[in-house]
């Protein structure tokens, strides 16, 4: 089953905040978080097991609520650069294959 | 080595044609993985080896499509008698899954084929 994502965009002004949340309605081993720009490969950005760990580089962080299974990803004072599209994967628990659903993904734009 | 490679970058066909794409992963991971996505879309897992070994192939994949990995090293995708539904961009992806006894899965994504079927 595809993980919902949510919002489905945003626009931001340069410095703001953002949350996008990514839910299952199965249980998770792992989400994954990447950003796509246009006409390009999705970058990683980070991994989240299950333990409701948080993760974080920079302004960027991310946390996985395994009870839920549920993650959101937080981009604080952003940047032009942050604009993209944000796609969560993840990883079902109990599998040994790796393979990865994506949600829909979630358009952020930051304007100056 | 820098990232995965992908060749070609674009490629436009008519149907009923076959294509070929070719995926260089990073040297040293182990794992590969196909993706299909379409505009508006995140990437839709298609088929994956652990080294030259297909362990996996998405029920949408059709019988037209065939994907190997000789040697463990690089990777083909070949699709049979193209149809419009083909069109798409085709992603490859790869990851090293353990290092010193810790399981990794990130999964680095190279720039991808769009596949253009007239």
């Known amino acids: 089953q595809q993980p919902v994502q949510s919002p489905q965009a945003v626009i931001l002004r340069e410095g703001e905040d953002a949350v996008i949340n990514c839910s299952s309605s199965k249980a998770l081993y792992s989400v994954h978080w990447y950003r796509q720009k246009h006409g390009e490969a999705p970058v990683f950005l980070m991994i989240l097991l299950k333990g409701g760990e948080q993760k974080g580089h920079d302004k960027i962080s991310a946390s996985f609520n395994e009870k839920k299974q549920q993650s959101s990803l937080y981009l604080t004072a952003s940047q032009l650069s942050y604009s993209g599209t944000y796609f969560c994967?993840?990883?079902?628990?109990?599998?040994?294959?790796?393979?990865?659903?994506f949600g829909k993904g979630t358009l952020l734009t930051v304007n100056p | 080595d820098t990232g995965v490679s992908q060749d070609p970058r674009h490629k436009i066909t008519k149907r009923g044609q076959n294509v070929t794409f070719r995926c260089d992963p990073i040297?040293?991971?182990?794992?590969l993985y196909w993706y299909r996505q379409t505009l508006g879309q995140g990437p839709e897992f298609l088929t994956y080896?652990?080294?030259?070994?297909?362990?996996?192939k998405s029920r949408l994949l059709s019988d037209r499509f065939s994907a190997e990995r000789p040697k463990g090293s690089f990777s083909t995708l070949e699709i049979q008698r193209t149809e419009q539904g083909d069109s798409a961009m085709y992603l490859c992806?790869?990851?090293?899954?353990?290092?010193?006894?810790?399981?990794?899965?990130?999964?680095?994504f190279g720039p991808g084929t769009r596949l253009t079927v007239l």
């Open positions: 992806a790869s990851s090293l899954v353990w290092i010193l006894g810790q399981e990794f899965n990130e999964q680095f």
């Open positions: 080896f652990q080294n030259e070994a297909q362990l996996e």
């Open positions: 040297s040293e991971h182990n794992r």
């Open positions: 994967g993840t990883e079902r628990s109990g599998g040994s294959n790796y393979k990865l659903t």
